[in-house]
């Protein structure tokens, strides 16, 4: 299994990649991406199973990718989870509508990443 | 009083008669206004100021400092006459402390000292502004932070992630002393079940049990550790969640920034125009009244 890690922030990146391995995944099992567009070439180049993505990102943002991604490419059903400090009502729903599997507020606990991200991998 | 051709003509090419350097100053201001126009009252007039030497101060005093009769113009003119007495007295200060100065800024560095503590005492008062440079511009500033902590975060994340990987050969280690510690056990069991009266046997068995004991100290505690540098890197979320509060603040002064510079902006066709320093209606105390305005022109134009 593969995952991709999104963000721009490298603490950030780590900080996933920790909780990550901490599911038994081991540093091989995940690449990372500091923006939209590194995400992208990163897909267009290899296979992904998961894709953990921020929002606000310099290049292209998380949304943007999301609809790349469900619009475009062989990812299209790949399952997202979009980690990200925006915490608005609206903000849920827009990524919701963009297709992201499910949606993680910063900041976060290592549990709820473990819960969401067996959620996303059983279905 | 009269003097002769020679006294006079020796007067005219500057020589002293009195034997006193101050006649010699004073002769190129006689030159200047002896062109062909003196008349036989002023050659007496500077021949006396020649013989005393207090009416030669006087007449130098007169030519050097023209100004000083501008001053006791202004000084006769009412309402200007207040403000002119302390002047007065000032001056010879000024004109006492400047040379001091002088002598003491003769070099750049001397100079650049001075004028640099001068300006910083000025923007520590808040008259003049923070100089634009890098260190003072605020998103170079908090751009710099940002970036600075991230870098920062990320050296806190690696001692972290050290002490984890740490933690992890320990529990490593410790599971394999428990391994032979548990062999330990057993066999030390079944030799002092064997040979009871042995007492090696059964205090090794013992001392294999404290041994176990303290290794699961050891490992509650690296759990606990654990737990909490899980913790701390879970609490360095909150450095990004920081760091985009920061590009916040950042966004809104570009904005605003763009925005007075919409607001003031010109279209560069407008020559630059000259600006009045003394305006009817400023705190000012040397601005002219129109009576003022009136005496003096009058009495420049006598």
Redesign the interface.
């Known amino acids: 299994m593969k995952i991709l890690i999104v963000d721009d922030s490298s603490t950030m990146r780590r900080i996933i990649g920790n909780v990550v391995m901490q599911l038994g995944f081991s540093k091989s099992d995940f690449d990372e991406a500091e923006d939209g567009l590194k995400a992208w070439k990163l897909l267009s180049e290899g296979q992904y199973d998961l894709v953990l993505t921020d929002w606000n990102m310099p290049n292209m943002n998380g949304l943007e990718l999301v609809q790349k991604i469900r619009a475009e490419g062989s990812h299209t059903k790949v399952p997202i989870i979009m980690i990200t400090t925006e915490g608005g009502k609206a903000e849920v729903v827009t990524a919701l509508k963009a297709g992201v599997n499910n949606y993680i507020v910063k900041p976060f606990s290592a549990e709820v990443l473990k819960e969401k991200l067996d959620g996303v991998m059983k279905k | 009083m009269s003097m002769s051709q020679e006294e006079i003509e020796a007067l005219m090419n500057g020589i002293d008669l009195g034997g006193d350097d101050d006649t010699q100053e004073s002769t190129p201001v006689v030159e200047e206004d002896s062109q062909g126009t003196l008349s036989a009252d002023d050659i007496e007039s500077l021949i006396n100021q020649t013989k005393n030497e207090e009416v030669v101060e006087a007449t130098n005093s007169n030519s050097e400092v023209s100004d000083d009769d501008i001053e006791a113009m202004l000084a006769s003119i009412g309402g200007i006459t207040d403000n002119t007495p302390p002047k007065v007295e000032e001056k010879p200060k000024a004109a006492e402390s400047k040379p001091k100065k002088e002598i003491i800024v003769d070099n750049d560095e001397e100079i650049e000292k001075l004028a640099s503590s001068w300006a910083s005492k000025k923007v520590e008062e808040g008259i003049f502004p923070y100089p634009v440079t890098k260190d003072h511009k605020p998103i170079n500033q908090l751009s710099e932070v940002a970036n600075d902590s991230?870098e920062k975060?990320?050296k806190i994340?690696d001692v972290l992630?050290f002490i984890l990987d740490e933690n992890n050969v320990i529990q490593q280690e410790s599971k394999k002393i428990d391994e032979f510690l548990n062999k330990q056990i057993a066999l030390m069991q079944a030799l002092s079940a064997k040979f009871p009266n042995i007492g090696v046997f059964q205090a090794n068995h013992q001392s294999a049990v404290a041994l176990k004991d303290s290794i699961k100290v050891i490992k509650s505690k690296v759990d606990a550790e654990n737990m909490q540098l899980?913790e701390a890197?879970?609490?360095?979320?909150?450095?990004?969640?920081n760091?985009?509060k920061i590009e916040r603040v950042m966004a809104v002064i570009r904005k605003l920034s763009g925005y007075l510079n919409n607001l003031f902006e010109d279209d560069g066709s407008h020559k630059e125009v000259a600006v009045a320093k003394h305006i009817h209606g400023d705190a000012n105390s040397d601005l002219v009244g129109g009576d003022d305005l009136e005496a003096l022109i009058a009495e420049f134009n006598k």
């Open positions: 991230e975060a990320s994340f992630s899980f890197m879970e609490l360095m979320q909150f450095h990004d969640i760091r985009q």
